[in-house]
T-cell receptor, first 112, second 112 residues
Framework: EAQVTQNPRYLITVTGKKLTVTCSQNMNHEYMSWYRQDPGLGLRQIYY???????DKGDVPEGYKVSRKEKRNFPLILESPSPNQTSLYFCASSRGHGTEAFFGQGTRLTVV | LAKTTQPISMDSYEGQEVNITCSHNNIATNDYITWYQQFPSQGPRFIIQ???TKVTNEVASLFIPADRKSSTLSLPRVSLSDTAVYYC?????????????FGSGTRLQVQP
């Protein structure tokens, strides 16, 4: 089954404690991206990647890092999480920019 | 990326046809129009994509006039399960290194 898998689904952490949210896709897609969604602000893109070792900033990259060492994986790293990063996060993949995107189930992160 | 404008919310009743219009006055020649559906706490799901005239699939139809400055997503005979947020996106399909931007979407509420 074609899917994008994020882990964990829920995470509560404390300010400053580094964390990683994993994202994996099994569709051999070139394009992967991370979004955060906050009430009233819709979906905002954090980072995206066109291919292995190629990553670019989206609309709200501050406080986040990503890496694309393998085609299927695109982890999101918060080196020093802060409460304003409390949000619902989605990973997505697609064949290319603008083509049908497949989204993961979401990760609800709370930073206290 | 062309800016899109959609109604913030719409109400309908079960069994009715719902038409959601998206305005994209600055659409470029190579841009496609894509619609996604999102249920609460779930990732967006691709509904339909088109370039011009009319596209239909098992879920919806997409009407695009000749000037392509707007588009209309048509949902035939909606049910309660169609209550969701619908996003209109405009952009090229390519390998370009660009962010993908979701607007605020249209919140559709279907009543019994």
């Amino acid at each position: 089954e074609a899917q994008v898998t994020q882990n964990p689904r829920y995470l509560i952490t404390v300010t400053g404690k580094k964390l990683t949210v994993t994202c994996s896709q099994n569709m051999n897609h070139e394009y992967m991206s991370w979004y955060r969604q906050d009430p009233g602000l819709g979906l905002r893109q954090i980072y995206y990647s066109m291919n292995v070792e190629v990553t670019d900033k989206g609309d709200v990259p501050e406080g986040y890092k990503v890496s694309r060492k393998e085609k299927r994986n695109f982890p999101l790293i918060l080196e020093s999480p802060s409460p304003n990063q409390t949000s619902l996060y989605f990973c997505a993949s697609s064949r290319g920019h603008g083509t049908e995107a497949f989204f993961g189930q979401g990760t609800r992160l709370t930073v206290v | 990326l062309a800016k899109t404008t959609q109604p913030i919310s719409m109400d309908s009743y079960e069994g009715q046809e719902v038409n959601i219009t998206c305005s994209h006055n600055n659409i470029a020649t190579n841009d496609y129009i894509t619609w996604y559906q999102q249920f609460p706490s779930q990732g967006p799901r691709f509904i339909i994509q088109g370039y011009k005239t009319k596209v239909t699939n098992e879920v919806a139809s997409l009407f695009i006039p000749a000037d392509r400055k707007s588009s209309t997503l048509s949902l035939p005979r909606v049910s309660l399960s169609d209550t969701a947020v619908y996003y209109c996106l405009v952009g090229r399909q390519d390998t370009g290194r660009r962010a993908l931007t979701f607007g605020s979407g249209t919140r559709l509420q279907v009543q019994p």
